[in-house]
């Protein structure tokens, strides 16, 4: 039973061209984060929706947006890709805020920028 | 900023322990355990909650000492499954953020 899906798995795109990465729920989770997980490094937290209410790091560069159009589904838009930004793309979603709550992982997205 | 794991890697053989430590210099409100395979999303372990506690899960338990503002996961008799990188992720006292701040991470190396 899939929780969290992300779509594609993998994405190439070419440097500079728009690319978004999707998201989708089943959990009914009021709260979604997107990570970027660099080859060999930590998840980094670029932004989170807690419902409507969007988050954004303050170290999250303003090439990503985020929108999440309702409950299921959250996108993340790199607006011109660099090389820099080729990365595993991480979706989680946890019930509540605060947290207190498990965050669930969904398989990631790994961007590839040519 | 970030917490700091240690050790960086451990290799171990099959049925050994394993400790691995997770510290902070900011006041932590709760800690998460997550392992990751290559290629793969983080799996959850468990959470810890501040007000100090200790979780366990089969042979994988967890403490957290809110005083010290570290947290440690134990990994008793090693299964070759466990081999994976593990983070803790932690979310601060009063920081009004609730997505995680990853440590470093922990390679763990299970041997036959």
């Known amino acids: 039973d899939a929780m969290v899906i992300q779509n594609p798995r993998y994405q190439v795109t070419q440097f500079g061209k728009p690319v978004t990465l999707s998201c989708s729920q089943t959990?009914?989770?009021?709260?979604m984060y997107w990570y970027q997980q660099k080859s060999s490094q930590a998840p980094k937290l670029l932004f989170h929706y807690y419902d409507k209410d969007f988050n954004n790091e303050a170290d999250t560069p303003d090439n990503f947006q985020s929108r999440r159009p309702n409950t299921s589904f959250c996108f993340l838009d790199i607006r011109s890709p660099g090389l820099g930004d080729a990365a595993m793309y991480l979706c989680a979603t946890s019930r509540v805020a605060g947290g207190v709550d498990t965050q669930y992982f969904g398989p990631g997205t790994r961007l590839t920028v040519l | 900023q970030q917490p700091v794991q240690s050790p960086q890697a451990v290799i171990l053989r099959e049925g050994e322990d394993a400790v691995i430590n997770c510290s902070s210099s900011k006041a932590l409100y709760s800690v998460h355990w997550y392992r990751q395979k290559h290629g793969e999303a983080p799996i959850f372990l468990m959470i810890l909650l501040k007000g100090g506690e200790q979780k366990g899960h089969d042979k994988i338990s967890a403490s957290f000492n809110e005083k010290k503002q570290q947290s440690s996961l134990y990994l008793t008799a090693s299964q070759l499954s466990y081999s994976g990188t593990y983070f803790c992720g932690t979310v601060y006292s009063g920081g009004g953020a609730d997505g995680l701040t990853f440590g470093k991470g922990t390679h763990l190396i299970i041997q036959p």
């Open positions: 959990l009914n989770h009021n709260v």
